[in-house]
T-cell receptor
Framework: AQKVTQAQTEISVVEKEDVTLDCVYE???????LFWYKQPPSGELVFLIR??????QNEISGRYSWNFQKSTSSFNFTITASQVVDSAVYFC????????????FGKGTSLLVTP | GAGVSQSPSNKVTEKGKDVELRCDPI?????LYWYRQSLGQGLEFLIY????????KSGLPSDRFSAERTGGSVSTLTIQRTQQEDSAVYLC??????????????FGSGTRLTVV
């Protein structure tokens, strides 16, 4: 069963628009970690953020913000004032204690930002 | 080194041959993971090593796949009798500890394996 669902396969926006990437996860662990990674066309996976299950505080880093809600098992990612350089595939991932903290990735959302 | 280094970056092999993929983690990182990224399957976990503990091989797709980590550092992923469905990008990641505290997991650039 898919533990991380990224329902949006592809999103296309015009530069300066805000965009939210959705991530819904499934776990029975009380201790788990959630991640977002960016994979630009060059192919390398770039770490963006890690949250643990005990910290629901939302986080903002520049134009990026993350909304973690345990009640809905969601960890959504918003890019404000998108830029062409934000074009990439974005992966949400879950790691759980009972699976050795291996990253369980969603299928990814391909974001295209056009000028 | 400064990052996770993987070699070769590209490998083309004939069906039925064995291949070895190498990963040099960041110095001092105790946890090392192998993942596979293919068009049809997305990013799949293969195996992880944590310190001197026995590796978790639960993600390996068949007994043709094996991995070892020597001296708690360099890791080699071996695929025997390669099949066309093994074609994928093989990614290695390392972290300071099992949970990827604070810094997450740092990924290498991957090895693109093509089986012809």
């Amino acid at each position: 069963a898919q533990k991380v669902t990224q329902a949006q396969t592809e999103i296309s926006v015009v530069e300066k628009e805000d965009v939210t990437l959705d991530c819904v996860y499934e776990t029975r662990d009380t201790t788990y970690y959630l991640f977002w990674y960016k994979q630009p066309p060059s192919g390398e996976l770039v770490f963006l953020i890690r949250r643990n299950s005990f910290d629901e505080q939302n986080e903002i880093s520049g134009r990026y913000s993350w909304n973690f809600q345990k009640s809905t098992s969601s960890f959504n990612f918003t890019i404000t004032a998108s830029q062409v350089v934000d074009s990439a595939v974005y992966f949400c991932a879950l790691s759980e204690a009972n699976s050795g903290y291996a990253l369980n990735f969603g299928k990814g959302t391909s974001l295209l930002v056009t000028p | 080194g400064a990052g996770v280094s993987q070699s070769p970056s590209n490998k083309v092999t004939e069906k039925g041959k064995d291949v070895e993929l190498r990963c040099d983690p960041i110095s001092g990182h105790t946890a090392l993971y192998w993942y596979r990224q293919s068009l049809g399957q997305g990013l799949e976990f293969l195996i992880y090593f944590q310190g001197n503990s026995a590796p978790d091989k639960s993600g390996l797709p068949s007994d043709r796949f094996s991995a070892e980590r020597t001296g708690g550092s360099v890791s080699t992923l071996t695929i025997q009798r390669t099949q066309q469905e093994d074609s994928a990008v093989y990614l290695c990641a390392s972290s300071l500890e099992l949970t990827g505290r604070n810094y997450g997991y740092t990924f290498g650039s991957g090895t693109r394996l093509t089986v012809v």
